[in-house]
């Protein structure tokens, strides 16, 4: 938990190495229970620095960080352009959304979701279905469940919740 005031900007290429041990960090955290081989070569070849500059110099790509004291705290990664067949009205996918553990349950995640739907008002995004406490978060921001698809990494095939608001009108 935080008291202290959290900024949101765009994502700099300066801040390529540190959103690389971010994810890391939280994709661990969040989707495993020790670290098999497996997932360390997933993390360690899905984020690295160079993946992320390429995606800042991405016409596509929209890259917000949230920043406590001037440190990465969290991000928003939304893609444009991405149909989702569950959710043919939207094209924009929020890729990502992570928040450092002990900056969760601060606002950060609304905060990241709220610039990253000021400029893409027709979001869809997956959720892994075993993921309950981001389920709760999207829920209670009103998005529904539309579908599912799977996650496929090596042997293992993992459940998703293909999510969206309903339409507004
Ligand atoms: C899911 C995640 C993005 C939420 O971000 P956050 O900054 O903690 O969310 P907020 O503080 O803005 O919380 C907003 C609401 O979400 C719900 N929520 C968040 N964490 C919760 C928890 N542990 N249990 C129940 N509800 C929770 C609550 O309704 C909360 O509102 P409240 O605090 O007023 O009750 C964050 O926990 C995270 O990054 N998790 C790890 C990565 C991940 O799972 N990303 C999403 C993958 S699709």
Not at 123 to 133: D, K, M
Not at 134 to 158: I, P, Q
């Amino acid at each position: 938990m935080t008291n202290a005031p959290i900024s949101i900007r765009p994502a700099r290429t300066a801040d390529a190495h540190a959103l690389a041990a971010l994810s890391i960090q939280v994709w661990l955290a969040t989707y495993t229970e020790g670290v098999s081989d497996l997932f360390a070569r997933h993390v360690l070849s899905e984020f690295t620095p160079e993946k992320f500059l390429s995606l800042l110099n991405a016409s596509d790509v929209v890259l917000h960080i949230a920043e406590v004291d001037e440190r990465l705290v969290g991000y928003s990664l939304v893609r444009s352009g991405v149909p989702q067949p569950l959710v043919p009205e939207a094209d924009s996918e929020l890729c990502t959304l992570y928040v450092q553990e002990p900056f969760t349950r601060c606002g950060v995640g609304s905060t990241l979701l709220q610039t990253a739907s000021e400029s893409h008002d027709r979001l869809w995004l997956l959720v892994n279905v075993q993921n309950l406490r981001a389920c709760r978060f999207y829920e209670k921001h009103g998005f529904v469940v539309r579908g599912s698809t799977d996650f496929v990494l090596g042997e293992g095939r993992h459940r998703n919740h293909v999510l969206a608001r309903p339409q507004r009108g």
